[in-house]
């Protein structure tokens, strides 16, 4: 079979194919073949040595390991793969599976199903109350685009986008945002209830200014720091979200999130929204597209 990885941390030039065995399903472990791999923004800048690749995978079961229940050859399933996800074959822990319903793609479950359980995972951890209004930032990525639809499903009476570039503003508001603005504008729209943020970084603060007095924000982005008197002055608050934390957890609310995306998409208020589909061979291409920002959706990796 054919898997990607990289020897050094760098930009998505340093991925490749490499020949590889198809691995074998130990205790607890179903071997897949994928037919879709989610991209993300991987952390091959940010360490010095390489480690396999983690992601969503989607596909079709072809054996299961020992102790395995539920599941057997002939199942479509779709989970987080913890190692060496980017491959024809990948081997997935039965906690981490989840059933594909009939009628759904797998390029559409790799698109729904760990973006939108960060993005219902955040809804649950701000609290959000009908009527109030809502603030999503990297609206147009992949976790973005449910989050706006996902917001309007729990109750929110207006919703506020930031993007990165003016022109995502027309794809977000397809989605159902109300305002769109960039991240330097956010002080220029309603102030939000609450706030979702997939960006952190340098532009978490203007999250928080977007945040009305006594606003509440989940940032699942990346890290970075704040001015922490808009905090105080404002009577915000801050809260950090991860959900394989969650996962861990509380394994059985990861399950009801589970069964909550695929009841939003079977009633046709969840559409997860593909950018584009790249082959594996060009999984260099997919995450040049990711890093650059320049993606309405997900990217998705087509073996």
């Keep these: ?3 990607v990885q990289y020897e050094r941390s760098s930009g998505p030039e340093v991925l490749e194919v490499v020949a590889a065995e198809v691995p074998v399903p130990g205790a607890g472990e179903l071997l897949v073949r994928v037919e879709a791999i ?13 480690q396999p690749l983690r992601a969503e995978v989607a596909g079709e079961v072809v054996a299961v390991g020992d102790g395995v229940d539920g599941y057997s050859a002939g199942y479509r399933v779709v989970g987080v793969c913890d190692a060496d996800a980017y491959a024809e074959y990948v081997l997935l ?8 319903p ?5 390029v559409d479950a790799v698109a729904l199903m760990r973006s939108g359980l960060v993005a219902l995972g955040a809804l649950d951890t701000v609290a959000p109350r009908e009527g109030e209004t809502a603030l999503v930032t990297a609206a147009a990525g992949g976790v973005g685009h449910l989050a706006v639809q996902l917001a309007r499903v729990r109750g929110a009476s207006w919703v506020v986008a930031a993007v990165s570039d003016e022109s995502k503003a027309g794809f977000v508001r397809e989605l159902g945002a109300d305002e769109v603005y960039t991240y330097d504008q956010l002080h220029c729209g309603k102030q939000a209830d609450y706030a979702l943020d997939g960006v952190g970084g340098s532009d978490l603060g203007n999250t928080l200014i977007g945040l009305a007095e006594g606003g509440r924000a989940v940032t699942y982005g990346s890290s970075g720091a704040i001015d922490t008197e808009d905090l105080l002055g404002g009577g915000k608050t801050l809260t950090g979200f991860r959900i394989g934390r969650l996962a861990q957890r509380d394994p059985a609310r990861y399950e009801d999130l589970r069964q909550e995306v695929w009841q939003h998409y079977a009633s046709g208020l969840l559409h997860p929204v593909v950018h584009a589909e790249f082959a594996l061979d060009d999984a260099a291409a997919a995450h040049a597209v990711i890093e650059q920002r320049t993606n309405l959706g997900k990217v998705v990796l087509v073996p």
């Design 102 to 106: 009939d009628g759904a793609s797998a």
């Design 93 to 100: 822990s039965v906690d981490q599976a989840s059933a594909i």
């Design 38 to 50: 989610g991209v993300t923004l991987s952390a091959i800048r940010r360490i010095s040595v390489a």
């Design 1 to 3: 079979m054919r898997r």
